[in-house]
């Protein structure tokens, strides 16, 4: 059924922007929403409210997001717009006077008022964001996107003070969820079919040190391991300080853990670690990875790397390039350091100018793709166990991610999305390998949404 502007009564979209923490939070928004009446909107321009869930972690996403918005200022319908996730923490109120069409600022605390919240927007325009500190989605009901993997939050917000990032400033201090709500949790998605999870949180590996009695995450991986049926648990994202042997150990030792550690490093200078605050030096770093895999056969590593911090000298650049080379990571993102206003980095002298932010950023690409190369060269001619996530972005490919998170392209003839598969690797590209299906382990079942 159509209103007259053309537009779905009660049907919702969600624009989501940032990582996999505001894809799951907007796996509870639509939960929320669906549960209270409204439906997935069958194209994004009628739907009836529109949630933008945003991400603060470099202006370029922020540009984005106000981008959105002012098409929308352009646009004929007029949906209801609600702006919710790290934007809203951070400007609140201010996004209302600063664009015009948006109806509702909210929190991931107010985010079970939603509905009250929209009612309340007809008389004008409302921001609720409650206490960020106190925000959990426990009780709230989610939409899952995909019928065998989950994402589950063992953690909010993050108690470090890495001195380059927003994200202590908006997602407030660490809170971690209860062991039995996390295993309930997983318990109740296995029942429904899933069998993978992915535990989340800005820093896992500092999981429980606010419970009491305090609990390692080294303790709820091995829980969250023993739960029946499980094939597949991954984690992300780990930081190198709080990495401690003991989670080395339950990844050997127990067969569901994947192969897969996202290990930020930042950058490869001491120097630079240092004026970030990251807590570590890059020898510990090394020593680090050397230990893990040592321990863990066939390990994986990922990182995030960020150039063009203030101060950053061509030497110091130059150790994240030998860096880089000597740990031989399987991927990495990098990313131009983002100056964030209200972090301890954005008062910093000696800005790096754009110029040589581009320049290095495609220098350290051009080493980091010969590396990503090199890793899934050791792919080839293997049989790997895949999880199929859905269609590639282009060509009649499906994606198959393996347990150490490596994309290999199958032939979507072959594999439905939704599928465990071994398979074969058959060609290696720049970022994605290409393989071939061997078998089928695990197809979906039946359809499932379930309460937080
Ligand atoms: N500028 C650039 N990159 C940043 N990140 C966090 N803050 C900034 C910033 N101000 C990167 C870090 C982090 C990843 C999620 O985003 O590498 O690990
Ligand atoms: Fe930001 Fe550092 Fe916390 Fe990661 S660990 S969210 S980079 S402050």
Same mark, same amino acid.
């Given at each position: 059924?159509?209103?007259?502007?053309?537009?779905?009564?009660?049907?919702?979209?969600?624009?989501?922007?940032?990582?996999?923490?505001?894809?799951?939070?907007?796996?509870?928004?639509?939960?929320?929403?669906?549960?209270?009446?409204?439906?997935?909107?069958?194209?994004?321009?009628?739907?009836?409210?529109?949630?933008?869930?945003?991400?603060? =972690?470099?202006?370029?996403?922020?540009?984005?997001?106000?981008?959105?918005?002012?098409?929308?200022?352009?646009?004929?319908?007029?949906?209801? =717009?609600?702006?919710?996730g790290c934007m809203a923490e951070r400007y609140g109120n201010k996004i209302i006077e600063r664009s015009q069409v948006v109806d509702i600022v909210f929190g991931l605390d107010t985010l079970?008022?939603?509905?009250?919240?929209?009612?309340?927007?007809?008389?004008?325009s409302v921001c609720d964001l409650g206490d960020k500190n106190e925000a959990t989605l426990d009780e709230v009901p989610s939409v899952h996107g995909r019928r065998l993997s989950a994402w589950?939050?063992?953690?909010?917000?993050?108690?470090?003070?890495?001195?380059?990032?927003?994200?202590?400033? =908006?997602?407030?201090?660490?809170?971690?969820?209860?062991?039995?709500?996390?295993?309930?949790?997983?318990?109740?998605?296995?029942?429904?079919?899933?069998?993978?999870?992915?535990?989340?949180?800005?820093?896992?590996?500092?999981?429980? %040190?606010?419970?009491?009695?305090?609990?390692?995450?080294?303790?709820?991986?091995?829980?969250?391991?023993?739960?029946?049926?499980?094939?597949?648990?991954?984690?992300?994202?780990?930081?190198?300080?709080?990495?401690?042997?003991?989670?080395?150990?339950?990844?050997?030792?127990?067969?569901?853990?994947?192969?897969?550690?996202?290990?930020?490093?930042?950058?490869?200078?001491?120097?630079?670690?240092?004026?970030?605050?990251?807590?570590?030096?890059?020898?510990?770093?090394?020593?680090? $990875?050397?230990?893990? %895999?040592?321990?863990?056969?066939d390990l994986v590593i990922s990182t995030d790397i960020i150039v063009g911090f203030p101060g950053e000298s061509e030497q110091d650049f130059r150790d994240t390039l030998d860096l880089v080379?000597?740990?031989?990571?399987?991927?990495?993102?990098?990313?131009?350091?983002?100056?964030?206003?209200?972090?301890?980095?954005?008062?910093?002298?000696?800005?790096?100018?754009?110029?040589?932010?581009?320049?290095?950023?495609? %220098?350290?690409?051009?080493?980091?793709?010969?590396?990503?190369?090199?890793?899934?060269?050791?792919?080839?001619?293997?049989? =790997?166990?895949?999880?199929?996530?859905?269609?590639?972005?282009?060509?009649?490919?499906?994606?198959?991610?393996?347990?150490?998170?490596?994309? $290999?392209?199958?032939?979507?003839?072959?594999?439905?999305?939704?599928?465990?598969?071994?398979?074969?690797?058959?060609?290696?590209?720049?970022?994605?390998?290409?393989?071939?299906?061997?078998?089928?382990?695990?197809?979906?079942?039946?359809?499932?949404?379930?309460?937080?």
């Amino acid at each position: 059924m159509s209103s007259l502007n053309g537009m779905e009564p009660n049907s919702y979209f969600i624009r989501t922007f940032g990582c996999q923490m505001n894809v799951h939070d907007s796996e509870h928004i639509a939960g929320l929403l669906e549960e209270s009446g409204y439906s997935r909107a069958s194209t994004p321009d009628k739907a009836e409210i529109i949630v933008f869930n945003t991400c603060s =972690v470099r202006q370029s996403a922020e540009d984005r997001v106000w981008g959105n918005l002012s098409a929308l200022r352009a646009g004929r319908a007029s949906p209801i =717009v609600a702006v919710c996730g790290c934007m809203a923490e951070r400007y609140g109120n201010k996004i209302i006077e600063r664009s015009q069409v948006v109806d509702i600022v909210f929190g991931l605390d107010t985010l079970k008022r939603l509905p009250e919240l929209i009612h309340r927007s007809r008389n004008g325009s409302v921001c609720d964001l409650g206490d960020k500190n106190e925000a959990t989605l426990d009780e709230v009901p989610s939409v899952h996107g995909r019928r065998l993997s989950a994402w589950v939050p063992v953690s909010y917000g993050c108690d470090n003070c890495c001195s380059f990032c927003v994200v202590p400033s =908006v997602k407030g201090k660490e809170r971690s969820r209860s062991p039995d709500a996390i295993i309930d949790e997983i318990k109740s998605l296995v029942g429904n079919g899933v069998i993978e999870v992915t535990l989340l949180g800005q820093n896992v590996n500092s999981y429980g %040190r606010d419970l009491s009695p305090a609990m390692s995450f080294a303790e709820i991986l091995r829980s969250v391991a023993s739960v029946q049926r499980i094939r597949r648990v991954k984690f992300e994202t780990s930081n190198p300080r709080d990495l401690t042997d003991d989670i080395l150990e339950v990844m050997d030792q127990r067969p569901e853990v994947c192969e897969h550690l996202h290990l930020p490093v930042q950058s490869g200078s001491d120097r630079i670690l240092e004026a970030m605050n990251r807590g570590h030096d890059r020898l510990y770093y090394i020593e680090k $990875v050397r230990k893990a %895999r040592e321990t863990i056969k066939d390990l994986v590593i990922s990182t995030d790397i960020i150039v063009g911090f203030p101060g950053e000298s061509e030497q110091d650049f130059r150790d994240t390039l030998d860096l880089v080379e000597a740990v031989g990571f399987d991927s990495a993102f990098i990313f131009k350091y983002s100056p964030r206003d209200g972090t301890p980095a954005a008062r910093m002298k000696n800005e790096v100018n754009d110029q040589a932010k581009s320049e290095r950023f495609l %220098r350290l690409s051009k080493l980091q793709d010969q590396k990503t190369l090199q890793s899934l060269r050791r792919l080839l001619g293997r049989n =790997v166990e895949l999880m199929v996530e859905g269609p590639s972005r282009k060509g009649d490919y499906v994606v198959g991610r393996t347990r150490g998170n490596q994309v $290999v392209l199958l032939p979507a003839l072959d594999a439905d999305a939704d599928s465990l598969v071994m398979a074969k690797v058959q060609a290696v590209g720049r970022h994605a390998a290409r393989g071939d299906v061997v078998e089928v382990l695990h197809a979906k079942c039946s359809s499932r949404s379930s309460g937080g």
